[in-house]
Structure formats: structure tokens, C-alpha cells
């Protein structure tokens, strides 16, 4: 059984940085491709970033390109993602998930396994 466990969200300001991280257990981690969804109050679950099970490419949306870094680390089985920059409308629980593969990455239904998610709270 997959374990991911999310840690590092809060409440920052407007412009502030914060650092998200997932711990995986339970399967060869470095086999697998890992990202981050997002999900709002009110809105649909939204792709954030992803990264294969390398490190090699990363994938990023629109919204958060630029601003937001995904990285890994497979000996410590744990995926990061950096986000600079925040604006309130980054504001929403953030999830990471694992899958193999590396295409179609937007759609959630490809991801296999899901950790429980992270607040993530901007304020103006």
C-alpha cells in the first residue's frame, strides 16, 4: 500500500514563499512519476506540477509557471514543491500523488495514489 503524507503548508502573505513536502513509503519511489493538485472551495481539482520519476523533466500549469518549483529527492523518498510569489488566489488544500508514466499529467484520473493534502492559505 502507497503512503504520501504532505507537510509544510500554512498561512502566509501575499508575495511570501513557502515550501511544500511529501513523503511516500510503500513502493520502489524512484520508479514513479510524482506531482501536486490543487483544490479551492468551490472550484475542481486543478494540476499544479510534475516531475518523473528521474527528475529529469518537470510539467508545469500556466498559473504557477515561473512561481512554483517541483523537485525530488529519491533517497530521502520525498518530493518538494517551492512556490514563490504566492498570491491569494494560490490559496487551497495541495495534494501530491504518484503514478507511472509521464503523459496526460492534467487529468487527476491518471494519478494512481493520493496524500491527504495540505492547507495553503494567502492573504491580500
Known amino acids: 500500500q502507497v503512503q504520501l503524507v504532505e507537510s509544510g503548508g500554512g498561512l502566509v502573505q501575499t508575495g511570501d514563499s513557502l515550501r511544500l513536502s511529501c513523503a511516500a513509503s510503500?513502493?520502489?519511489?524512484?520508479?514513479?512519476?510524482m506531482g501536486w493538485f490543487r483544490q479551492a472551495p468551490g472550484k475542481e481539482r486543478e494540476f499544479v506540477a510534475g516531475i518523473n520519476s528521474s527528475g529529469g523533466r518537470t510539467y508545469y500549469s500556466d498559473s504557477v509557471k515561473g512561481r512554483f518549483t517541483i523537485s525530488r529527492d529519491n533517497d530521502k523518498i520525498t518530493v518538494y514543491l517551492q512556490m514563490n510569489s504566492l498570491k491569494p488566489e494560490d490559496t487551497a488544500v495541495y495534494c501530491c500523488?504518484?503514478?507511472?508514466?509521464?503523459?496526460?499529467?492534467?487529468?487527476?484520473?491518471?494519478?494512481?495514489?493520493w496524500g491527504q493534502g495540505a492547507q495553503v492559505t494567502v492573504s491580500s
Open positions: 500523488a504518484t503514478r507511472r508514466g509521464f503523459e496526460g499529467l492534467e487529468d487527476y484520473r491518471e494519478w494512481s495514489y
Open positions: 510503500g513502493r520502489t519511489f524512484s520508479n514513479y512519476a
